[in-house]
Nanobody, 122 residues
Framework: QVQLVESGGGPVQAGGSLRLSCTVS????????MGWFRRQRPGDEREFVG?????????RLIDSVKGRFTISRDNAKNTVYLQMNMLKPEDAAEYFC??????????????WGRGTLVTVSS
């Protein structure tokens, strides 16, 4: 049974930091690129935030979070991280992790977590 479980969300003041984690079971984790998405309101489309290759060697982030967010992974722990610094109110969202079918990010996703909520107060 495949599970992706996010954690680390919560309330934070603008300018603060959070580290989100996504722990994966039931998959060959190091063979899967992993991505982070966010959704600001229920019913909105999920916005791609960033991704990391299976080895961790290749990462990508959207422009609005570059310089503030970092994506990393620990394949020994089957966990991918999203370090979020200098948070802004517009970063408030529910954050989801997703598994790509491939080791390099192709946005071909087959598994999702349930999300973790980040609230940012100004």
């Amino acid at each position: 049974q495949v599970q992706l479980v996010e954690s680390g969300g919560g309330p934070v003041q603008a300018g603060g930091s959070l580290r989100l984690s996504c722990t994966v079971s039931g998959l060959a984790f190091s063979s899967r690129a992993m991505g982070w998405f966010r959704r600001q309101r229920p019913g909105d489309e999920r916005e791609f935030v960033g991704a990391i290759s299976g080895s961790g060697a290749v990462t990508r982030l959207i422009d609005s979070v570059k310089g503030r967010f970092t994506i990393s992974r620990d394949n020994a722990k089957n966990t991918v991280y999203l370090q979020m610094n200098m948070l802004k109110p517009e970063d408030a969202a529910e954050y989801f992790c997703a598994a790509d079918k491939n080791a390099l990010w192709t946005n071909t996703l087959d598994y999702w977590g349930r999300g973790t909520l980040v609230t940012v107060s100004s």
